[in-house]
């Protein structure tokens, strides 16, 4: 089976950078995806990584190292609407599974 | 182009009641999920399908069962509700293939179950 382990809260400073990791114990997938969700909302996607590495899409940035069974978040010029969950999510190549983290709470603070 | 859609947006049942939640897409993506979001649990995969007709059990598949008649439409469905299924149901649906990771997201289902 597949899981995957985040923080369940992290806080930062409006402005910082914060780092969200996601650490995964899984067979095989395609890739790792994080994906923002605020209070009442629906989850939406971020990013993803098919390879190791860094891939970065505004102030968002995201890394996996398969050999380390590791992947982060990363999130610069803390902005007070960042305020939100974040989940990572693995596909499993077997099955097209999509699994979850339990997701990590951002508090930011002004 | 609406996306995803879920019907209905809330609900409340009684131990026992039977329902059927809506999923409808319109960007012609061949895979549709079901998942539930409890607090503190994040997202737990209920039902999933790879493609019109097929269906597969996820991760909570207990008490709920799933068809894909047709490639736009997922629809998820309690037979005897249960106070333990108060949740919010979300439906999301993706491209195949290895590249395609990206999942979209419906605006959820609040279902209370007393």
């Known amino acids: 089976g597949q899981s995957l382990e985040q923080p369940s809260e992290v806080t930062a400073v409006e402005g910082a950078i914060v780092q969200i990791n996601c650490t995964y114990q899984t067979s095989g997938f395609y890739g790792l995806s994080w994906y923002q969700q605020h209070d009442g909302g629906a989850p939406t996607f971020l990013s993803y990584n098919g390879l190791d590495g860094l891939e970065e899409t505004g102030r968002f940035s995201s890394f996996l190292s398969r050999s380390d069974s590791y992947g982060y978040l990363l999130l610069q010029e803390l902005q007070m609407k960042d305020s939100a969950s974040y989940f990572c999510a693995v596909r499993d190549r077997a099955d097209d599974k999509i699994i979850f983290g339990k997701g990590t709470r951002l508090h930011i603070l002004p | 182009n609406a996306g995803v859609t879920q019907t209905p947006k809330f609900r409340v049942l009684k131990t026992g009641q039977s329902m059927t939640l809506l999923c409808a897409q319109d960007?012609?993506?061949?895979?549709m999920y079901w998942y539930r979001q409890d607090p503190g649990m994040g997202l737990r995969l209920i039902h999933y399908?790879?493609?019109?007709?097929?269906?597969a059990k996820g991760e909570v598949p207990d008490g709920y069962n799933v068809s894909r008649l047709k490639k736009q439409n997922f629809l998820l469905g309690l037979e005897s509700a249960a106070p333990s299924q108060t949740s919010v149901y979300f439906c999301?649906?993706?491209?195949?293939?290895?590249?395609?990771?990206?999942?979209?997201f419906g605006p959820g289902t609040r279902l209370t179950v007393l």
């Open positions: 999301a649906s993706s491209y195949s293939g290895a590249g395609h990771n990206e999942q979209f």
């Open positions: 399908s790879v493609g019109e007709g097929t269906t």
């Open positions: 960007m012609n993506h061949e895979y």
